[in-house]
């Protein structure tokens, strides 16, 4: 597999991407999250066809781009500081963080405070292993009703890992009946980490995404659509 980099321009500004040749059937364009342009393109593809591929698709790239740059400005930074807004169960916190021997986070009014020795990265492993203790003791109960809700199902036995995903609120393995949900759900409200392991049970039962399984989500959770929009709206604070 070998890449090289080509540009072109379009209303002004110089597009640069770079061109991957692969075992491919036709020619694909993707723009990550740092607006970098990535083609990959079957290996016997002339590079003038290519060329003249990606420059006519230059109002898609351009409309894509601006939107990631509005994005990207408009996102929640990463960083954890004094003064960063959080979330925890869809309530907005103030990071207040104090300089001490001992590791310690405890909430305090408004005020999520973090007593801490480290900074950088160990202070955000910190914080998120504190995110993670409250998501134990939040999501089992939560799981435990959904199952007993949904009884009638008649779902198996399965278990629950938490981790921190970047994509996916939660997902449901059928082979081996682990179901996974997304350590970000702790931000969020009891209603939205409801209805997400609603969803996930339901696909031990129809594993794809049609008019059955939701038919079934709505049994137990009428008003999914819009917790899933509050869901991807609000309760984002970029850790």
């Not at 980099?5 to 723009?31: A, D, L, P, Q, W």
């Not at 990463?78 to 960063?84: A, D, L, N």
Request: aromatic share 12%.
């Amino acid at each position: 597999m070998n890449m090289s980099v080509y540009s072109f321009g379009y209303k002004g500004t110089e597009f640069e991407y770079t061109v991957t040749r692969k075992k491919v059937k036709n020619i694909n364009i993707h723009i990550n999250e740092k607006c970098q342009i990535a083609v990959s393109a079957p290996y016997r593809t002339d590079i003038e066809y290519i060329s003249a591929f990606v420059e006519s698709k230059g109002e898609w790239i351009y409309k894509n781009m601006v939107a990631i740059e509005k994005y990207n400005i408009s996102k929640p930074d990463s960083e954890i500081y004094t003064g960063k807004k959080a979330y925890i169960l869809g309530k907005e916190y103030m990071v207040k963080i104090i300089a001490s021997e001992k590791n310690h986070i405890c909430i305090e009014n408004d005020n999520i405070v973090i007593y801490s020795s480290d900074d950088g990265e160990r202070l955000k492993k910190q914080y998120m292993d504190f995110l993670k203790m409250q998501a134990q003791e939040v999501f089992l109960p939560i799981v435990q009703k959904a199952y007993f809700d949904m009884k009638e199902e008649k779902l198996p036995k399965f278990t629950v890992l938490i981790k921190n995903m970047k994509t996916r609120w939660g997902t449901c393995n059928i082979r081996t009946n682990v179901v996974t949900l997304n350590l970000q759900l702790i931000k969020t409200d009891i209603a939205c980490i409801y209805q997400v392991v609603c969803h996930e049970l339901t696909h031990f039962k129809i594993h794809n995404h049609g008019k059955e399984f939701y038919n079934i989500l709505e049994k137990y959770v009428p008003n999914w659509k819009e917790l899933k929009k509050d869901m991807n709206t609000r309760y984002k604070d970029g850790i």
